[in-house]
């Protein structure tokens, strides 16, 4: 290997008395000092404050996130799982429970809803297995991700809070629609 | 009586409200100022931007326990925080903070900040020894090191003033400067040595080797928990307030501002006091930013600047000012 000689730099008085170089530094600091400055009366226009204030300010999470499992409506606001289980047997860490039933007239193409649906959050690894393995796009990875309770009870979400959760998402096939 | 009832009164606002109050200011302003310069927002949750955060920090040291660990040696452990506070608190006693506003008018002035000060050094140094850690102990020898050495530089870099002026008494020289000029503008130098020295004094970056925070922890109070390290931790607060004054006093024109006349009576001593008050502020605020943007000196490095550079470049200062001031006095 070739060896690099380096030479060392000679340094001028004003560089060797080590003044020039503390202005320099301060006159650095000072910079960002103002910015922040500048940016606490503008916030919504921030260019050198790097700060998130949590509570207020959140991620932008994108579309892709896996966050909490939640069950999802179609646009006419009507249950798209079927109770087939899919998901409870794919899952993972066994966290989600169903219990099916039929429905008393039969005279749609569905035959069964989940009479209660429910995913144990302490459970749950957010792998998205559910999601993937679910055939009516029914269950979906939504953003949200901070669960925080005071009772272990509550990290069990039953059907009501999946479908708060998941809200209503466009459906392309409309099973409901076809006999 | 009314004298001495005065003079108490001032000392317990000065030593009770105001010192202990600029203390507790600084800490908040360290945290934000910091977090500013380094892009962040810091602590702005508690009270308005934060400003009850020290509060918050006081209620925090109160309610801890104050541990006493079974290996130090207790009477000087318990000993070393007050040693440590209370030379901090009797070196602001010379400052003229406002017009005839001085706790002590002593004719001897400054000596006396300088020789409470080097008490000062016994705390750190104490604390380090009776904490029986090897970091304390460390960091108690190279603050001992650091002070003496410093110190001489200290002492030196206010000689030309004393030149000038002809006088020890502070209010003379802050008079001195009424009638004359800021003397910073004629010892700018030695104003740079006092001001680097002053660093090393109060154990401040870049020159914090005592605390050295990457290699001794947290220094000679390692050991220590509770109320006894928040007074280690005010000391150098109101270290820094002491050597910033003396700045203000000695080369930034004191509590006088020039081309101004203030009113006499009440109303010129509160003008006074918050012209003096700005000026110390500023060189607070230089502290904190000069923390936040120099690195630690090597523990060389540190010796060679205060033996080598500082301490002949202070002497030379002397001999530069009683030079010229010969001249003057030959040529006039």
């Given at each position: 290997m070739k060896t690099r000689v380096v030479k060392r730099p000679t340094l001028r008085f004003g560089e060797r008395i080590y003044l020039s170089a503390v202005v320099k530094g301060l006159l650095l600091t000072i910079r960002h000092f103002f910015g922040v400055c500048r940016d606490?009366?503008?916030?919504?226009n921030k260019k050198t404050a790097i700060t998130m204030q949590y509570p207020e300010e959140r991620w932008d999470f994108k579309d892709n996130f896996r966050g909490a499992p939640a069950l999802v409506m179609d646009q006419f606001g009507r249950e798209k799982c079927v109770a087939c289980q899919i998901c409870e047997f794919v899952c993972p860490p066994k966290a989600i429970t169903i219990w099916p039933a039929e429905f008393a007239d039969q005279q749609n193409t569905i035959e069964k809803f989940p009479d209660r649906f429910e995913i144990d959050m302490l459970r749950c690894i957010y792998c998205g297995y559910c999601e993937e393995a679910c055939p009516e796009e029914a269950i979906f990875l939504v953003k949200e991700a901070e669960l925080v309770h005071t009772d272990k009870q509550a990290f069990i979400h039953d059907k009501k809070k999946l479908y708060e959760m998941g809200g209503i998402r466009e459906d392309r096939i409309l099973k409901w629609q076809h006999k | 009586m009314t004298f001495v009832l005065g003079k108490l009164l001032n000392i317990l606002i000065v030593a009770g409200a105001v010192l202990p109050g600029i203390g507790a200011v600084m800490v908040w302003a360290e945290r934000r100022?910091?977090?500013?310069?380094?892009?962040?927002?810091?602590?702005?949750?508690?009270?308005?931007a934060g400003l009850l955060q020290p509060i918050a920090d006081l209620l925090k040291f109160i309610f801890k326990?104050?541990?006493?660990p079974g290996h130090v040696n207790k009477p000087l452990y318990v000993l070393a925080p007050a040693l440590s506070l209370v030379p901090a608190l009797i070196a602001f006693c010379v400052?003229?903070?406002?017009r005839g506003m001085a706790i002590a008018e002593l004719n001897v002035g400054i000596l006396l900040v300088f020789s409470i000060s080097s008490i000062a050094v016994y705390g750190v140094s104490i604390g380090g020894w009776a904490s029986n850690s090897k970091?304390?102990?460390?960091?108690?020898v190279r603050s001992s090191a650091q002070m003496i050495s410093y110190e001489l530089a200290l002492g030196a870099s206010c000689?030309?003033?004393?030149?000038?002026?002809?006088?020890?008494?502070?209010?003379?020289?802050?008079?001195?400067?009424?009638?004359?000029?800021?003397?910073?503008?004629?010892?700018a130098p030695a104003w740079i040595i006092f001001l680097v020295s002053s660093y090393a004094e109060t154990n401040r970056l870049p020159f914090d080797l005592p605390e050295a925070e990457t290699e001794l922890v947290a220094g000679y109070h390692v050991e220590y928990s509770s109320m006894k390290f928040a007074l280690f931790f005010l000391a150098e607060y109101i270290h820094m307030t002491t050597a910033s004054a003396l700045s203000v006093a000695l080369f930034f024109g004191g509590y006088e501002l020039p081309f101004v006349t203030l009113p006499?009576?009440?109303?010129?001593?509160?003008?006074?006091?918050?012209?003096?008050?700005?000026?110390?502020?500023?060189?607070?605020?230089?502290?904190?930013?000069?923390?936040?943007?120099?690195?630690?000196?090597?523990?060389?490095?540190?010796?060679?600047?205060?033996?080598?550079?500082?301490?002949p470049a202070s002497l030379g200062m002397v001999v530069l000012t009683a030079g010229g001031i010969?001249?003057?006095e030959a040529f006039r």
């Open positions: 606490l009366l503008n916030w919504k | 100022v910091s977090a500013f310069m380094q892009d962040r927002l810091g602590p702005n949750r508690v009270g308005p326990e104050d541990v006493i400052v003229p903070y406002a970091y304390s102990l460390l960091g108690g000689v030309p003033v004393f030149l000038l002026v002809g006088d020890l008494n502070m209010e003379a020289i802050v008079q001195w400067q009424k009638a004359h000029c800021w003397l910073v503008l004629p010892l006499e009576g009440v109303w010129g001593t509160v003008l006074s006091g918050l012209i003096f008050f700005a000026k110390t502020s500023f060189f607070l605020f230089l502290f904190i930013w000069v923390r936040w943007t120099l690195p630690r000196f090597r523990y060389d490095q540190l010796m060679r600047l205060g033996w080598k550079i500082l301490f010969a001249l003057w």
